[in-house]
Nanobody, 124 residues
Framework: QLQLVESGGGLVQPGGALRLSCAAS????????IGWFRQAPGKEREGVSC????????NYVDSVKGRFTISRDNAKKTVYLQMNSLKPEDAAIYYC?????????????????WGQGTQVTVSS
């Protein structure tokens, strides 16, 4: 079973940047579309961005378009989320998981499990 581990979160000031990593073990990563999701306190988990198995298709939730960039290196079995111009409302626990791109939405695959996530805090 594909297992994913998130890392790269931390505390950053508004306007700052972070790069999150999603490292895979077990099965090869290049068969999977992968999504980044986030959950802030008191809010539902939302799909932030998805990338297709070969990196050819990506999508983003409207609130991060132009600021976040998803990418992948299948040889390194890692998917990245570069987050620039961070805002306080980006603060959340970020998770990665196998996903599906459905129109403009990034949806976790039904049989995918959540990992521990990585905490992103945006505060001055």
């Amino acid at each position: 079973q594909l297992q994913l581990v998130e890392s790269g979160g931390g505390l950053v000031q508004p306007g700052g940047a972070l790069r999150l990593s999603c490292a895979a073990s077990g099965f090869t990563l290049d068969a999977y579309t992968i999504g980044w999701f986030r959950q802030a306190p008191g809010k539902e988990r939302e799909g932030v961005s998805c990338i297709s198995f070969d990196g050819g298709i990506t999508n983003y939730v409207d609130s991060v378009k132009g600021r976040f960039t998803i990418s992948r290196d299948n040889a390194k079995k890692t998917v990245y989320l570069q987050m620039n111009s961070l805002k306080p409302e980006d603060a959340a626990i970020y998770y990665c998981a196998p996903a599906r791109i459905i129109g403009r939405y990034c949806v976790r695959s039904a049989d995918a499990n959540w990992g521990q996530g990585t905490q992103v805090t945006v505060s001055s």
